[in-house]
């Protein structure tokens, strides 16, 4: 046992009498500057890793030179813009560099070792899925509110592009994520509880309601969907996809074995339209959905769900869009 704590000592005292750091590069600029002792268990008998702290380290190391690819895409000019290839940290080879250094005397240099991160959408998919349409909807909304014409171009243009795989499920949720001051949604006219007031992201449901029916129409699968007793101004009566951050969701599931593409346009003479599209060799079922009005009825203004949770397919008369 002395002899134990003799050794563990030896090694410790070995490895602080060294200064001999190693130097995390990449592209020949310095990320990271550690030393052994940082991760040698103390007084273990042996010259061994601690693993939770060189895990920590992995870590940062991986987010330092992480970057996402991006998506290939359809501009406004319908021109497809080419996706990027991202990079991430290849563990399994920095673990080996580093498992060298660290059971080894004197200094190190070690440049990190990359993978490639391919995006998921290309442009020779996005070519392929952009030849047929297979539904679309039209809505119209108020430019004079400001603030909901905003909060209706930004998350449009949250899911434009957006490219659903086969049997994989679409969450506007998910997609559009949380809205947020800090993400540009402005406060726009709500009711909760029946009472009128101002709501972050007011006018998104008008997004999930004409993506609603754009999608019906293609027969994809409607995973969920809540609707409203009471009627609203731009979509027919039960024709309505509620949205909150803490509530309902709308999401819906590729059904067919080609992909399917959201395609979104915003119009500064107050409409917005969805399209979906796939490859020609689709083989689809459409269903019927009545069009909106092309015209609002001017006693009544478009206002957005506040997040309240709601589990049914219809709400109370009390909170509505």
């Not at 290939?72 to 290849?90: N, V």
């Not at 049997?167 to 009472?195: D, H, W």
């Not at 909150?244 to 339209?273: A, C």
Request: net charge positive; proline share 7%; charged share 20%.
């Amino acid at each position: 046992m002395v002899n134990a704590w003799c050794i563990g000592l030896l090694l410790l005292f070995q490895q602080i009498s060294h200064p001999d750091n190693l130097l995390v590069q990449r592209q020949g600029q310095t990320i990271a500057i550690v030393n052994r002792t940082q991760y040698a268990l103390p007084l273990s008998g042996m010259s061994a890793i601690d693993v939770n702290k060189f895990q920590k380290f992995i870590d940062d190391v991986d987010r330092q030179i992480y970057r996402p690819a991006s998506n290939a895409i359809i501009d406004s000019q319908e021109k497809i813009i080419p996706g990027r290839i991202g990079r991430r940290l290849y563990r399994q080879a920095f673990t080996k560099q580093f498992y060298t250094y660290f059971f080894s005397n004197g200094p190190s240099t070690i440049e990190v070792p990359q993978l490639d991160v391919y995006p998921k959408v290309d442009s020779e998919l996005l070519a392929h899925i952009r030849e047929k349409q297979i539904g679309q909807y039209t809505t119209y909304f108020d430019t004079n509110n400001k603030n909901r014409s905003h909060n209706i171009a930004l998350a449009s243009k949250a899911i434009n592009n957006y490219v659903v795989f086969p049997n994989e499920t679409f969450s506007f949720n998910q997609v559009v994520g949380k809205r947020t001051p800090e993400k540009g949604y402005l406060p726009a006219p709500v009711i909760v509880k029946g009472e009128l007031s101002e709501g972050i992201g007011g006018g998104i449901c008008q997004v999930s309601s004409t993506l609603f029916n754009a999608v019906d129409q293609t027969g994809l699968k409607i995973i969920q969907r809540y609707s409203h007793s009471r009627s609203v101004p731009y979509v027919p009566p039960g024709r309505y996809a509620a949205i909150s951050w803490y509530g309902p969701d709308f999401r819906f599931q590729n059904k067919y074995n080609q992909p399917i593409l959201i395609r979104t346009k915003t119009e500064e003479s107050s409409s917005m339209t969805i399209k979906i599209y796939s490859s020609h060799v689709i083989e689809y079922k459409p269903r019927e959905v009545p069009s909106a009005a092309e015209r609002l009825p001017e006693s009544e203004t478009p206002i957005a769900v506040r997040g309240i949770p709601m589990f049914h397919t219809a709400f109370s008369q009390n909170v509505w869009m």
